[in-house]
């Protein structure tokens, strides 16, 4: 019941957005989604013997169910640690890049400083940047600048590509 109330707040959001088309396609995706799961959940549940068999049988239907059960329960049980894992890796992955741009803004914030402190530029000074296949190199009297605008570029990548919880259902 739960899922049925999901789907339908799910496709009443979408339904705002898209349009008549859009939305028969969708419906048609989710029926043949809720098919293809309810063919796979019957494909491998033990069949009930029938009403005339003896104990033996039912005695094996009994633990065909356990073992049955047994399977999904382990299943669930993977799937929830698998996802703690994601969710430690995450945060983890998270406080290495946040580590990073601060660490890019800090030493941003030491070359500004140094570059304010040597006030006397000379007008020879120049932006150079040297790119080969074996390194980058790069010189300016702004380097902090350079700094900068590479260090958030990385944490904006990270939060667009990276970072962005989608939801599945």
Request: glycine residues 4%.
């Amino acid at each position: 019941m739960r899922y049925i109330i999901e789907i339908f707040l799910f496709i009443s959001f979408i339904s705002i957005t898209l349009n008549g088309d859009d939305i028969k396609s969708l419906n048609k995706e989710i029926n043949s989604t809720k098919v293809e799961l309810n063919r796979k959940n019957n494909s491998i549940k033990p069949k009930k013997p029938p009403l005339n068999a003896n104990r033996d049988s039912y005695i094996t239907y009994q633990k065909a169910l356990q073992a049955y059960y047994g399977y999904l329960i382990q299943g669930y049980k993977h799937r929830s640690e698998v996802f703690k894992w994601q969710l430690f890796s995450s945060r983890l992955l998270f406080i290495i890049v946040i580590l990073l741009v601060f660490s890019g803004i800090y030493f941003a914030a030491v070359q500004f400083y140094a570059g304010l402190k040597n006030k006397n530029l000379d007008p020879e000074q120049l932006t150079t940047i040297s790119i080969s296949s074996k390194n980058i190199e790069i010189s300016s009297p702004v380097i902090g600048i350079i700094i900068l605008v590479l260090s958030l570029g990385f944490f904006y990548l990270y939060l667009v590509y990276v970072y962005p919880i989608k939801e599945i259902f």
